[in-house]
């Protein structure tokens, strides 16, 4: 008998009783006004920043890494295609999480999954419209893609539970959002 | 004297205070947490209770259903009936992947830990490198990790900075920042040479086959996107039902491990690169490990199943708190390694369950509600039973007395004269006071 076979066959049968519901918070009632308010004092706990395009001009002499299909609007900066090399990553983000301060990064076929990851810059664009209230309405939209859930700049506490940020992913976490 | 109190009396100062102290801050992080995320954090944790229980009792059909998910979404899954063959089986992936030589990254994982992969990986020539920073910390120094979430509490600053020096991974510093930074420098050419990732999983959904892992620093990202080839080792008991199951215990997970509403990264892996995308893996493969889940799920013990590895019983253990996790000498340590090492491995590893004031604590915390301390008890009586567990001396000698009435009256007059007798016991403690008559005398009087 192979592994698989073994093993399955160990298994006790089931009962045909249906599975718990599923918990859930209750998503409130908030405006998207106020939900972008939630999401923003959250988001800057964590250490990220909510910034314009303008921001990043001041960057525009750094090795930069483009997702396709967004368009920076910066002429003359040096968009590298060597990903590890890059300073500043810049990537769309499908939703923002209000709950948690979180951005919700899908990987469709243009996304570049390392430009949201390798620079110690990450820049993401989102759209106004894109916020959901809670972690259960993020998880819900969740597409047949790889995904993943960002919330705030990579960290660690490792060494004596002192809180570093940067260590193996973006160490800035900014934010554009863009009126639709 | 049992294993457990032998190293808590060898242990060096620095080390008990960098344990005693993490272990309270995030006792008390996961408390705040907890109670500003959920309305009500009881019926969170009730409700998490069943769903897990669910599981357990239903593993088959849900495993059934992950392994057909996986594979619609290109994912190929593997099964190991024990740590040998989970070996032998990731040794074969990386071989039709990579030569020896090549580097693999490792992102944490307990699993992985539990099947002593890197010995197998470097003996068959493969340079393996574990990349959170903790677990790269415990690989150069030859040690083993001494928590399930933070691998060197038991570590400071100086001895990783001493570790780094000696190693050429960066000039001595003090500064927690610049050790990261060194770490990290030292890290990045590794992942862009790694021709293979392997990492744990924390929840694999059923009903869509998605692979769900949790992280803060963005090595298990790195380590899941960058190399061409991903292999993912998972118990067989880490399935959810749903998705929808996902954010209550994302949110539990993240609270009572480290008090965080949402780690860092939560990566939902779906499977590997479709032919138009830009990155990730081009192979995603499932390990699907027993060594000893379905022997406890067939036991007294399989509520320990339930468990998600949050690490918070650990924290709040008075015991855990002044040993470490090495004083079990099991890779899963505190109250939820006391149970689940000897329900994976047997009851001869019961004498852990000793290491254990019984005060319920880890109960209270646990975000799944597993009744550790009924567990515990039920394993020293097995242990006791099963001859595992042998009680020293003094106390057979105390149960000769206190079974026979007696003499159990007669040693009450001489408990003035224990004082006089040194014992170890009393180096740290004050023997009671005894303030006048004893109870059977003051009983008899009292008409």
Same mark, same amino acid.
């Given at each position: 008998?192979?592994?698989?076979?073994?093993?399955?066959?160990?298994?006790?049968?089931?009962?045909?009783?249906?599975?718990?519901?599923?918990?859930?918070?209750?998503?409130?009632?908030?405006?998207?006004?106020?939900?972008?308010?939630?999401?923003?004092?959250?988001?800057?706990?964590?250490?990220?920043?909510?910034?314009?395009?303008?921001?990043?001009?001041?960057?525009?002499?750094?090795?930069?890494?483009?997702?396709?299909?967004?368009?920076?609007?910066?002429?003359?900066?040096?968009?590298?295609?060597?990903?590890?090399?890059?300073?500043?990553?810049?990537?769309?983000?499908?939703?923002?999480?209000?709950?948690?301060?979180?951005?919700?990064?899908?990987?469709?076929?243009?996304?570049?999954?390392?430009?949201?990851?390798?620079?110690?810059?990450?820049?993401?664009?989102?759209?106004?419209?894109?916020?959901?209230?809670?972690?259960?309405?993020?998880?819900?939209?969740?597409?047949?893609?790889?995904?993943?859930?960002?919330?705030?700049?990579?960290?660690?506490?490792?060494?004596?539970?002192?809180?570093?940020?940067?260590?193996?992913?973006?160490?800035?976490?900014?934010?554009?959002?863009?009126?639709? | 004297?049992?294993?457990?109190?032998?190293?808590?009396?060898?242990?060096?100062?620095?080390?008990?205070?960098?344990?005693?102290?993490?272990?309270?801050?995030?006792?008390?992080?996961?408390?705040?947490?907890?109670?500003?995320?959920?309305?009500?954090?009881?019926?969170?944790?009730?409700?998490?209770?069943?769903?897990?229980?669910?599981?357990?009792?239903?593993?088959?059909?849900?495993?059934?259903?992950?392994?057909?998910?996986?594979?619609?979404?290109?994912?190929?899954?593997?099964?190991?009936?024990?740590?040998?063959?989970?070996?032998?089986?990731?040794?074969?992936?990386?071989?039709?992947?990579?030569?020896?030589?090549?580097?693999?990254?490792?992102?944490?994982?307990?699993?992985?830990?539990?099947?002593?992969?890197?010995?197998?990986?470097?003996?068959?020539?493969?340079?393996?490198?574990?990349?959170?920073?903790?677990?790269?910390?415990?690989?150069?120094?030859?040690?083993?990790?001494?928590?399930?979430?933070?691998?060197?509490?038991?570590?400071?600053?100086?001895?990783?900075?001493?570790?780094?020096?000696?190693?050429?991974?960066?000039?001595?510093?003090?500064?927690?920042?610049?050790?990261?930074?060194?770490?990290?420098?030292?890290?990045?050419?590794?992942?862009?040479?790694?021709?293979?990732?392997?990492?744990?999983?924390?929840?694999?959904?059923?009903?869509?086959?998605?692979?769900?892992?949790?992280?803060?620093?963005?090595?298990?990202?790195?380590?899941?996107?960058?190399?061409?080839?991903?292999?993912?080792?998972?118990?067989?008991?880490?399935?959810?039902?749903?998705?929808?199951?996902?954010?209550?215990?994302?949110?539990?997970?993240?609270?009572?491990?480290?008090?965080?509403?949402?780690?860092?990264?939560?990566?939902?892996?779906?499977?590997?690169?479709?032919?138009?995308?830009?990155?990730?893996?081009?192979?995603?493969?499932?390990?699907?490990?027993?060594?000893?889940?379905?022997?406890?799920?067939?036991?007294?013990?399989?509520?320990?199943?339930?468990?998600?590895?949050?690490?918070?019983?650990?924290? /709040?253990?008075?015991?855990?708190?002044? $040993?470490? !996790?090495? &004083?079990?000498?099991?890779?899963? @340590?505190?109250?939820? #390694? %006391? /149970?689940?090492?000897?329900?994976?491995? $047997?009851? !001869?590893? &019961?004498?852990?369950?000793?290491? @254990?004031?019984?005060? #319920? %604590?880890?109960?209270?915390?646990?975000?799944?509600?597993?009744?550790?301390?009924?567990?515990?008890?039920?394993?020293?009586?097995? #242990?006791?039973?099963?001859?595992?567990?042998?009680?020293?001396?003094?106390?057979?000698?105390?149960?000769?007395?206190?079974?026979?009435?007696?003499?159990?009256r007669?040693?009450l007059q001489a408990v003035p004269?224990?004082?006089?007798?040194?014992?170890?016991?009393?180096?740290?403690?004050?023997?009671p006071r005894r303030d006048g008559r004893d109870f059977r005398r003051w009983f008899r009087e009292r008409a």
């Open positions: 008998m192979n592994a698989r076979e073994s093993m399955l066959s160990r298994l006790p049968k089931p009962s045909q009783d249906p599975p718990p519901e599923p918990f859930q918070l209750p998503s409130g009632d908030l405006s998207r006004v106020q939900l972008w308010s939630q999401f923003h004092t959250r988001f800057s706990d964590l250490g990220g920043t909510i910034v314009t395009w303008q921001t990043l001009a001041g960057l525009s002499d750094r090795n930069w890494i483009v997702e396709p299909g967004l368009d920076v609007g910066q002429g003359g900066m040096h968009v590298d295609c060597d990903v590890w090399n890059a300073s500043v990553g810049v990537t769309r983000a499908d939703l923002a999480v209000a709950e948690t301060g979180s951005l919700l990064l899908n990987q469709w076929p243009f996304s570049r999954r390392m430009a949201s990851l390798a620079p110690p810059i990450h820049v993401a664009v989102i759209n106004e419209s894109s916020i959901v209230p809670t972690l259960d309405a993020a998880i819900e939209r969740l597409e047949r893609t790889n995904a993943v859930l960002v919330t705030g700049p990579s960290r660690t506490a490792d060494i004596e539970g002192v809180l570093v940020r940067g260590v193996h992913g973006p160490g800035e976490l900014w934010l554009i959002v863009e009126r639709d | 004297m049992n294993p457990f109190d032998a190293f808590v009396r060898n242990l060096d100062p620095a080390t008990g205070k960098s344990v005693h102290d993490a272990s309270a801050t995030k006792t008390q992080q996961r408390i705040d947490t907890l109670s500003a995320v959920f309305p009500d954090p009881e019926s969170a944790r009730s409700a998490a209770a069943r769903t897990r229980q669910y599981v357990l009792d239903h593993l088959k059909p849900l495993v059934l259903s992950l392994e057909e998910q996986c594979h619609k979404n290109g994912i190929v899954v593997h099964w190991a009936r024990d740590a040998k063959e989970a070996r032998s089986v990731i040794l074969g992936l990386c071989r039709q992947s990579c030569r020896p030589g090549a580097v693999i990254v490792k992102a944490k994982s307990m699993a992985t830990e539990e099947i002593h992969l890197n010995h197998a990986l470097a003996d068959a020539g493969y340079d393996v490198v574990e990349t959170d920073l903790g677990e790269f910390v415990v690989q150069l120094d030859h040690d083993t990790p001494s928590h399930i979430v933070t691998p060197i509490i038991h570590k400071n600053r100086y001895q990783v900075a001493r570790l780094f020096e000696e190693n050429n991974i960066g000039t001595y510093t003090e500064k927690p920042e610049e050790l990261t930074s060194q770490a990290r420098r030292h890290l990045r050419t590794q992942f862009r040479r790694a021709e293979v990732g392997i990492s744990g999983v924390n929840f694999a959904v059923a009903e869509t086959g998605r692979l769900v892992l949790v992280e803060n620093e963005g090595n298990s990202r790195l380590s899941t996107t960058a190399p061409r080839v991903h292999i993912a080792v998972m118990g067989i008991e880490k399935v959810l039902p749903s998705e929808a199951d996902l954010p209550l215990f994302l949110r539990l997970l993240a609270g009572s491990a480290t008090g965080q509403r949402a780690t860092v990264y939560t990566h939902f892996i779906h499977g590997p690169r479709k032919p138009e995308a830009l990155d990730g893996p081009d192979e995603v493969h499932l390990v699907i490990l027993d060594n000893g889940r379905l022997d406890a799920l067939a036991g007294p013990y399989r509520d320990i199943l339930r468990c998600i590895r949050c690490g918070a019983c650990l924290n /709040v253990c008075p015991v855990y708190r002044q $040993g470490s !996790g090495h &004083a079990y000498g099991h890779v899963y @340590s505190g109250p939820l #390694g %006391a /149970v689940l090492a000897p329900a994976l491995e $047997g009851v !001869g590893l &019961a004498a852990i369950a000793k290491a @254990s004031s019984l005060c #319920g %604590a880890c109960e209270e915390v646990c975000p799944v509600k597993i009744p550790i301390p009924e567990l515990l008890l039920h394993l020293r009586d097995q #242990g006791v039973r099963e001859k595992t567990i042998v009680d020293p001396i003094p106390w057979s000698g105390f149960v000769a007395v206190a079974t026979r009435a007696y003499l159990w007669t040693s004269m224990a004082k006089l007798v040194p014992n170890p016991w009393s180096r740290h403690r004050h023997m």
